[in-house]
């Protein structure tokens, strides 16, 4: 067996689709082949990160499901004479529709979630003139508490009794927060800022913009305010102060120690009379007051995917959650062009195209003159195995800095189409950006009236164009 055939045999076992025979033949050749192993345990992780991104809501869906069918169960009357030899085959008629039903009804109530809806103020006691003046000189809160995957456990600065609190409740100043063994939690702050603490956490919520962790792992996510207005994160254990404005991070703090991973931005790690300004996709660790070297991190998603659980409950349309979903299939396009060949990779069908698309445009594709030949390749592929329904992908990768690019999604476009809106593929490689951007323009409007009519294609794939700057908006912004 050769390593070709060996690429493909892993990703049939990874999809369950591989013979015994085959499965031992691929035993035999792992057993002797380092960069086979390497794709193996590549597109292994690659898998496991999907499975993981969504199986929250998977569980959720079942149990709701199976909450249904139990009630549909219990609630049936009980057979009578004449219905004992009618009722089994009334449910082997009628029970797989109903558990289908219920699954799809599971799953409208997650992407929904009506239980997020604002809950309605309800006056408790006399309404009186004191009562009034009493709650308006009450402090503002610092935040709330906006979902969790269990209980979250709080202490008021003047008490030492901790007490659950409820979802949507208000966090006063001063108060301490901890999560027990798989919760974690995201906190809303009245800045904006949102919050989030990993499971077995312990932090104290002094200001919007002033978190102390006691222990565990905090992400947050900064929302940006005038200059002087700074976000600050105490790392208690490490003596370390993280200073932050308009930025996403993690911080992670053991006895003694903390680990700093940014995620977007930069954050200024102060400790032991030093200090280091930490950039986004970077990594420093400090331990009795002494900083460590500082690290590029391979996968940022990677790093931090413990937040993919609080992500999943915000529902299908948050776009931060989508923004680690593109990640995800990007380095599987990049996998797919570094470790498999481009006729294997063709061989994939229109299966390849949003990994390969995501690959595009995501950064890991430019870093260097090799990756930019594989982007290349990979534009070229697209161009050839796409189909009707990746139509609004094509029309993305024609605001491309790259005019190879801009060159297949514009011969893919005219192909499936038979449109080229004035504009020929040969003119989009030899023209600017700039140049084609009414152009790309056009083909908005025409995206716009033509979607209805095309099976399969997602109606708001197509992101908005930076008209400045002649390209696609990132997903998300506004």
Known sequence: ????????????????EILDADRDDLERHLATCDGCRATRDALA??????DRTFAVRRQRAALVAERVIDAFKTGAPSPGPSMLYTRPSLWSRWGRPLLAAAAGFALAILVTRPWDKPATPTAVGPTTNQTITVAATRPAPVGQLALSTGAVMCCPSDSTNWRPLESGGAVE??????TGPKVRCEFKMADGSEVRLNSDTQVTLQTPRRVDVAGGQVFSSVRKQPPGETFVVMAEP???????????FDVSCSTKSATLTVVEGSVKMEAGGGENVVKGGETLSVADGRFGGKKQVENLMRATQWVDEILVLKGRDNAELARRIDDIFAQLGHDKMWYMNAQEVRRL??????????????????????????????????????TSWATPELINLLADDDADVRYAAARALQRLT?????????????QSVMTCT??????????????????GADPDAVKPIDVARGQPEPKGKG
């Open 238 to 248: 490490a003596g370390a102060t993280l200073t932050a404005l308009g930025t996403a």
């Open 438 to 455: 009414p152009t790309i323009q056009q083909w908005h409007g025409w995206w716009d009236k033509n979607k209805s009519n095309i099976p």
């Open 349 to 386: 069908g229109d299966h390849c195209v949003v990994p390969l698309a995501r690959y595009i445009q995501s950064d890991r594709s430019k870093a260097t003159q090799d990756d930019r030949m594989k982007r290349r390749e990979a534009a070229r592929i697209v161009a050839d195995v796409a």
């Open 45 to 50: 992780e690659q898998d496991n990160a999907l």
């Open 418 to 430: 038979g449109q080229n809106l004035g504009r020929t593929p040969e003119q989009w490689r030899d």
């Open 173 to 178: 100043a001063g108060m301490k927060i901890r």
């Open 1 to 16: 067996m050769n390593c070709e055939q060996a690429a493909n045999l892993i990703s049939a076992r990874i999809d369950a």
